[in-house]
């Protein structure tokens, strides 16, 4: 694996999700959570929006391509099409809202520290706002919050940089590697998908049990592109790369969860991030496969997809609650989240599709808007029909 291996791989896992889900959040005048000041923020949205849609599109390809009996050229041919043409429909959605939005005057700048000096949070401003409050903070005062605020930041940031390398230096390997891992070796070197027996090597009928799953084939796909072996893309790149993603997509949970309190987004990452050090309290928590299989579809699942869904239901529920339009890319992201979940496990049919089920049942009995939530149920499409797929093979 040398640099432009390495560099090819970032642009793919990186680069290229951001050109998928750039145009539904960049242009536009808010990001999924409302939020109109946060450039950072809308990278983010942008990057998970992007790999949710990318895997959406690989999976029915990939378990198209294993029921086929396809080879690695036509997985390949196949979902590279796809992914141009997930990039040109973003492309198109972003010049419209950038159209739609010129007479804006620019998009802001803002970042997280933004959030002390912001009408919210900082009382010099908020006087006006609110009927001219006698409790003025002192200009000693606010810098030192803002000074601790910037600390606080600086901690999360060399924490989840110390686990970035330790998942690089460390490589932790555990038995399931004995599958998945060979599984996309199989795939890359000689072409087959799920028809031989990664402990021996010997040929057989197709595993449908895995094979309606195909996230080791996603991997596959990488290495071949990348010319990287797909050990090393499960022990090093991959594991760096979702790690990353997944505090960021947690910093925006935080940040959508906290409202107004924004401010105290930092003590909430450092929260999170002591629980997932501190969280190996057995063999199968989230905690642990978090930190060390994280390379895995199960484990992408219970670090990625599950607080994703939990997230995208929340901000549907509020903003029915509040009688407000809800946002159509949000049922684009639920529906990619169920696909993606049925990509990453066999379990994603039945973890996916049940905290949503459960949402909607609750929601149309509580808020009584029993057609605004059937979006809802149309976004756990992709986990009935793979249920229904495992029950036939």
């Not at 949205?45 to 378990?63: E, M, N, R, T, Y």
């Not at 529906?335 to 459960?358: D, E, Q, R, V």
Request: hydrophobic content about 50%; overall charge positive.
């Amino acid at each position: 694996m040398n640099l432009l291996n390495l560099s090819f791989a970032l642009l793919i896992l990186i680069a290229l999700p951001i050109a998928a889900g750039g145009g539904y959040i960049i242009p536009q005048s808010k990001t999924l959570s409302g939020d109109k000041n946060s450039i950072i923020e809308k990278f983010i949205w942008s990057w998970f929006l992007g790999q949710l849609l990318l895997w959406c599109l690989f999976q029915p390809i990939a378990v198209w391509c294993v029921l086929k009996g396809k080879d690695m050229v036509t997985l390949k041919a196949f979902y590279l099409i796809a992914i141009a043409v997930a990039v040109g429909v973003s492309v198109i959605v972003g010049t419209v809202g950038a159209l739609k939005h010129r007479g804006n005057k620019g998009i802001a700048t803002g970042d997280y520290d933004k959030d002390l000096t912001d009408k919210n949070t900082n009382p010099l401003k908020a006087t006006s706002n609110q009927e001219k409050s006698k409790q003025v903070i002192s200009k000693q005062e606010e810098s030192v919050k803002i000074n601790a605020y910037r600390i606080l930041w600086i901690a999360v940031i060399i924490l989840i940089a110390v686990q970035v390398v330790l998942q690089i230096v460390l490589a932790y390997m555990e038995v399931d590697d004995s599958y998945y891992v060979s599984e996309a070796t199989s795939a890359v070197e000689a072409s087959r998908f799920y028809n031989t027996i990664p402990y021996t090597g010997a040929s057989t009928d197709i595993d449908f049990r895995h094979g309606l799953a195909p996230f080791p084939l996603w991997l596959a796909f990488i290495s071949s592109l990348t010319g990287i072996k797909a050990v090393s893309i499960a022990h090093v790149v991959l594991p760096a790369v979702h790690m990353t993603m997944t505090y960021m997509v947690y910093a925006v949970i935080g940040r959508t969860l906290l409202g107004d309190k924004r401010r105290h987004l930092p003590v909430y990452m450092l929260f999170v991030i002591a629980l997932n050090l501190f969280g190996f309290t057995s063999y199968m928590t989230p905690e642990k496969f978090f930190m060390t299989r994280i390379r895995e579809g199960k484990a992408t699942i219970a670090s990625l997809i599950i607080p994703g869904i939990v997230i995208c239901l929340y901000m549907i529920l509020k903003s029915l609650s509040e009688n407000k339009k809800t946002d159509i890319r949000l049922y684009i992201m639920l529906f990619a989240l169920n696909m993606s979940g049925c990509l990453c496990s066999t379990l994603g049919a039945l973890l996916c599709a049940l905290p949503i089920f459960i949402c909607a049942v609750i929601g149309a009995f509580m808020l009584k808007k029993v057609r605004h939530l059937l979006p809802m149920a149309a976004g756990c499409l992709p986990c009935l029909i793979f249920a229904l797929m495992y029950l036939k093979f």
